[in-house]
């Protein structure tokens, strides 16, 4: 599985930005796709997840009703729409899918960094005050 996160740039508060992941080598039916992201000095942290199949969605706290996550089937491509933007989500932001396993239609949906097994580059998102 091959992963290219792209979208990422300079914006100010209360700007939006769209991330967009790439994703290749083999069929998706079974994975979860989810956003990552690291701040520097910080440990990485979940941002939000999507079942490949169903579409259905999870969010953490500090984003929910800010960033939408989705999926194109058709394009194997996941987006992050990041709305009303804050300094605090300045950080370096990673696609990841996680194969099969529990997805995010559960009541612990997958969040951490060791449930999910390919991740991509990542892409880099500053929020200016």
Known sequence: VQLQASGGGLVQAGGSLRLSCAASGRT???????WF?????????FVAAISWSSGSTYYADSVEGRFTISRDIAKNMVYLQMNNLKPEDTA???CAT????????????????????????????????
């Open 98 to 129: 996680r194969i099969g396993g529990v997805g995010v239609e559960t009541d612990d949906p997958p969040s951490e960094s060791d449930e999910y097994d390919f991740w991509g580059q990542g892409t880099l998102v500053t929020v200016s005050s």
């Open 28 to 34: 998706f039916s079974t994975h979860t796709m989810g």
């Open 37 to 45: 992201r690291q701040a520097p000095g910080k440990e990485r942290e």
């Open 92 to 94: 370096r932001y990673y």
